[in-house]
């Protein structure tokens, strides 16, 4: 991938992340709580996806990422392990509302995991900065 190409990859991601967790918002306050908690899911994984390609990494599964988080961004020091368990966090709750019609949330679940993905994202959105990508 040529670096042209990266930084296109990375700006799409993000752009990608910003308007899911906006949708995310919404299904939440429209009372939508197990599909905005599977969305903000989604919001964390394009932020993710973008942090990686950073590092000319593409992981083919949501497992993948969460592994490569591990070793690319936490074990080196660039994010905070708190980052890492808040992806981890969110997506055992996206398979929980994807998968399992008796996991239910409230609109204060919503809340808490809505602050949380704010909290991934601008915490990988800062080492996309100070890697030069944004």
Known sequence: ????????NIKAELEQAEEVFRGAV????????KDAVSRFYYAAFHTLRAALLTKGLEP?????CDRLLHRD???PG???????RIFSTLMKYREESDYNPFYTFT???????????????????????????E
């Open 73 to 75: 961004f936490v074990k």
């Open 107 to 133: 609109k204060e679940d919503c809340n808490s995991i809505e602050a949380e993905t704010r909290r991934f994202i601008d915490d990988l959105r800062g080492y996309i900065k100070r890697a030069g990508y």
């Open 1 to 8: 991938m040529t670096e042209e190409n990266k930084k296109k």
């Open 78 to 84: 660039l994010i905070e392990m708190e980052a890492a």
């Open 60 to 64: 083919k599964t949501h497992e993948g």
């Open 26 to 33: 919404a299904l939440k306050e429209n009372g939508f709580f």
